[in-house]
């Protein structure tokens, strides 16, 4: 595309970018876009840096992210409430042993600190928990862990921020591959018109120029398998990235068949490099 086009592309996709948007991550004028949106302004007229800004921004927003893949999206949002989680329940011990030192150690029906005899527990130690202040789940593991002897009251917590993490790992593995292979279709020349994501699986739906199809074919001769492509009337074709085989299976969970398409190309990520 050429830079008047990308540039076109971005401001007249007033929904997903706005101008205070589009000015705040560019450093371009916010007037200078709403002045292009409202056709105060021509693309021609503006400076080729503001244009090669604009372009540039547009062009990287179009890349693909890893947020991008639902998977990985919904278990960062995961790990996110299981961080906030441990931090809040460090930080309410702590606030039980501020409220403790405040009480001169008398400890309120019910409180953790009920039966603390100061003639005989670690005052000192209460004293400095009741200073603390946790801003991350870094630090309430290591507070956790130091004022409570090792004893881990949010073990079960961090089991699962564990799993989650190991999850995460390998989903953006595999997703950094889904990755690399869209750079390099794209690298190569091929205008990706439409990506989807699957929401079941971590699988990438490409739409491209039916044009292209026998070059494609030629330049990944051995790794896109088309025996399951079925050619239609329209002007594109459809590459299937994953590393499962496409087709039909019964979901136990769901209780119910599962269905593929199955007039894509198929590209197994884990063979591409």
Known sequence: MTLTKKVTALIEDDKKYTAYRISKETGVNQSTITGLRTGKKKINNITLETAEKLGKYWEDSKKMKLIDFYQIEDLQSQKAAMEESIISLIQDDINQAKKFVENDFVAEPGSAYEGFDPEWDDVEQV???????????????????????????????????????????????????????????????????????????????????????????????????????????????????????????WAE??????????????????NFF
């Not at 390998?170 to 889904?178: G, P, R, S």
């Open 127 to 249: 004293k400095e928990l009741a200073k603390e202040n946790v801003t991350d789940v870094d630090e309430a593991i290591e507070i956790e862990r130091f004022y409570f002897d090792g004893q881990d009251f949010i073990n079960g917590e961090l089991d699962d921020l564990e799993k989650i993490n190991e999850e995460l790992e390998d989903l953006t593995d595999q997703a950094e591959k889904i990755i690399k292979i869209v750079e390099d279709i794209e690298d190569k020349g091929f205008d990706i018109v439409h990506v989807v994501h699957s929401t079941k699986s971590l699988s990438t739906y490409l739409t491209l120029n039916k044009s292209d199809y026998e070059r494609f074919m030629e330049e990944y001769d051995g790794i896109a398998e088309d025996d399951e492509f079925v050619e239609s009337d329209d002007e594109i074709f459809g590459v299937r990235i994953a590393n499962h085989p496409s087709g039909e299976f």
């Open 253 to 270: 969970g769901s209780m119910k068949n599962i269905a593929y398409k199955n007039n894509y190309i198929n590209i197994d990520y884990d």
